[in-house]
């Protein structure tokens, strides 16, 4: 062997091992990690550097995965820095108390989805129709057809907030594939997963099963029509359990809705309170419904996850008596009472209950409504629910 073979031999490196078997580069002979895509080799960085390497591959690859040329983040205005300003403003809006904590967490989690589908770096005029279709193809895999609508409209107010803000020139061209499902689709889903109500036996034997907190969660339900969070921020101050009424404004929307209790409803109410667990956090002091561990049944944890423990103990209690299905949950109730208490023919007390407003010249004349006409409902779907009026499954 010649000396230049030898020193040839001696500078030549032994190329790295993968940093696990699924990292998606291979050390080329250039030192440098590479993937070939579309036919051609693409280097991302030295060998020494291989979580760098992965970052500007995840980076540039949907980029290059579709034949364009990735541009650098300091080109324009990237998917990142419109979701941090979206977010900041929209956090700014929960401080003050003008959107609801779950509301912050669906546009956090639909900025985490955005970035996910487009990269954090990628510049936000670089995206074309083809990249909103792919993403709602994404997005209906996983969602319903109203989860869906609901999960466009949020990104649609992400790309519009970075519009009127002045973070890009020109509004976004979605195509024509980036759209809600149509009524008829949402529809036709409704249909197949079934009514989301319960007939009154299944009813009485949710009542019956239901224990310790859930169970006077579950007559609010059937008694008030109230929901999920309804229940978990219904504060004592709201509750007069001498004169068997709840007083207390919907927190989604704050339209005012009073509610004449039943004698069942009351006393349910009374062992929760007398049973309730203290408090980890003062704001919650003046619940009426805390968890075993002290902390609210329906919030948002640390990273923004939304935590629904009113759902997942009805669902036992369903999964218990066999008649747990899809769309078949705990604002089922609402449903359930809704659907009963129409029968009576006085809308305008059961929108009173319920909480609903309606925009017309009556609802603006209109300043009270008696007791008597509110009492009625709530007797009439008592009487559905504990006497032997009604038959079927759920």
């Known amino acids: 062997m010649t000396h230049a073979n030898k020193t040839r031999r001696r500078g030549k490196a032994e190329k790295p091992a993968k940093p696990y078997p699924e990292f998606p580069l291979f050390p080329h002979a250039t030192r440098r990690w590479a993937k070939k895509i579309r036919g051609k080799l693409f280097y991302f960085g030295p060998w020494h550097d291989p979580q760098g390497a992965l970052q500007r591959y995840v980076d540039q690859k949907d980029a290059l995965h579709a034949g364009r040329t990735p541009r650098e983040p300091s080109d324009g205005v990237t998917i990142r820095d419109v979701c941090n300003r979206f977010l900041n403003a929209k ?33 936000v005029d670089d995206l074309q129709t083809t990249d909103f279709e792919a993403f709602r193809r994404t997005l209906a895999k996983k969602q319903g057809p109203v989860s869906l609508g609901n999960e466009i409209q949020r990104v649609r107010t992400l790309f519009k907030f970075a519009y009127d803000e002045g973070l890009i020139d020109r509004p976004i061209r979605y195509g024509q594939s980036f759209r809600k499902p149509s009524r008829k689709t949402i529809r036709l889903a409704r249909a197949a997963n079934g009514r989301r109500m319960f007939e009154q036996q299944a009813a009485s034997d949710i009542v019956a099963v239901a224990g310790g907190p859930l169970a006077a969660m579950v007559l609010l339900g059937l008694n008030c029509g109230f929901g999920q969070s309804d229940c978990a921020n219904l504060p004592l101050s709201a509750v007069d359990l001498r004169a068997g009424r709840i007083d207390f404004p919907r927190p989604k929307t704050g339209i005012e809705r009073r509610c004449p209790l039943w004698p069942e409803t009351v006393e349910a109410l009374r062992k929760a309170i007398e049973g309730r667990p203290a408090p980890l956090d003062k704001a919650d002091e003046g619940l009426v419904f805390v968890t075993t561990f002290g902390r609210r049944w329906v919030r948002e944890d640390e990273k923004g996850k939304h935590i629904d ?7 036992k209690v369903l999964n218990a008596l066999g008649i747990k299905r899809k769309g078949l949950g705990f604002y089922a109730l609402r449903h359930t009472f809704r659907t009963i208490a129409d029968e009576c023919r006085d809308q305008v007390a059961v929108d009173y209950i319920m909480g609903h407003a309606r925009d017309d010249m009556a609802s603006l004349y209109r300043e009270r409504i008696s007791d008597e006409r509110l009492r009625a409902v709530t007797d009439h779907v008592h009487d559905w629910l504990f006497g032997e009026s009604g038959e079927g499954e759920a």
Not at 309 to 315: C, H, M, P
């Open 309 to 315: 423990a009113v759902r997942q103990e009805f669902d």
């Open 91 to 123: 956090r700014h809006l929960l401080d003050a108390g003008e959107i609801a904590p779950r509301t912050f967490a669906e546009y956090h989690n639909a900025c985490r989805r955005v970035v996910e589908a487009f990269g954090r770096t990628r510049r």
